[in-house]
């Protein structure tokens, strides 16, 4: 309740701050897990990337948000959830492939922080294996503009990516992050019409 009030106010006043255009709204499954991986400019990103679709987003969230008990309570009820950027423990992943198996949307930030779209980072890796281990599809996400009053903001949701070659299959690290790599140049590279 709280997630879709919130999500409604939200974009009631993004409607005000910003030009958003969203492109390739259907690319996004009705129904079974899925990841949403976009880029990540600004704070304001899950908010808007939760205007893409009417289902409920569990966004990963760096942990120092959830140290003040007000704000951690606030965060669960828009289904965020911690993890620890440094070493993610084992009741993140637990949590992340809870969601996934119960076929709802994981949103993963895979370069783990906010990146000037000139400045490229290397992604963690650990939503590939999200993706293999439950069979689940990789939503890239591309965010273009800057958040300035009137400012236009494009989301641009590409096909999903499913990595059925590698179920069932052990992956070095190497070979995890090369393919985590791959999904972050297909989000960059996603264009509007």
Known sequence: MIYKLGRFITYLISLILFRITIIGKENIPET????ICPNHISNIDPVVISFTTPREI???????????SLLAWFFRKVKAFPVNREKVGIETIKTSLKILKEEEILGIFPEGHRVDPEDRTAPASGFVVFAIKTKSPIIPVRIKGKYKFRGKIEIIIGQPIYLEEYYGKKLSDEETHQLS?????????????
């Not at 569990?58 to 003040?68: D, I, P, Q, R, T």
């Not at 790599?181 to 019409?193: F, G, N, P, Q, R």
């Open 181 to 193: 790599e791959k999904i972050m140049d297909t989000v960059y590279e996603l264009e509007s019409a």
């Open 32 to 35: 079974g897990g899925a990841l």
């Open 58 to 68: 569990h966004y990963m969230a760096k942990a120092e948000l959830f140290k003040n």
